[in-house]
């Protein structure tokens, strides 16, 4: 899994909802495929505090901090 496919799933939820923004997308996007990257978002915003959801700003940091949680086995 790579940034950019994160961005390309985010961005096929975003045409599907189109009321998303970017953050919200990328951020849902993570959030609802436990089977890749089981709960690195929640991890990503609770432990780190780097939350996109709300945070457009952020959505470089949260991707590379999921990356790095999941790649790192840093899943609870």
């Known amino acids: ?3 950019e496919d994160i961005l ?3 961005g096929i939820l975003r ?3 189109p009321c998303y923004r970017k953050g919200q ?3 849902n996007y993570v959030d609802m495929h436990p089977e890749l990257f089981k709960n690195a978002a929640r991890i990503s915003q ?3 505090g ?3 959801f ?3 700003d952020m959505i470089d940091q949260f991707i590379d901090q999921v990356l790095e949680i999941v ?3 840093f899943i609870d």
Do not use: L, S, W
């Open 71 to 73: 790649n790192n086995d």
């Open 25 to 27: 997308a990328v951020f």
């Open 15 to 17: 045409k599907e909802n």
């Open 46 to 48: 609770f432990n780190y």
């Open 8 to 10: 390309r799933g985010a």
């Open 54 to 56: 709300y945070r457009d």
């Open 1 to 3: 899994m790579t940034k």
């Open 50 to 52: 780097i939350d996109c």
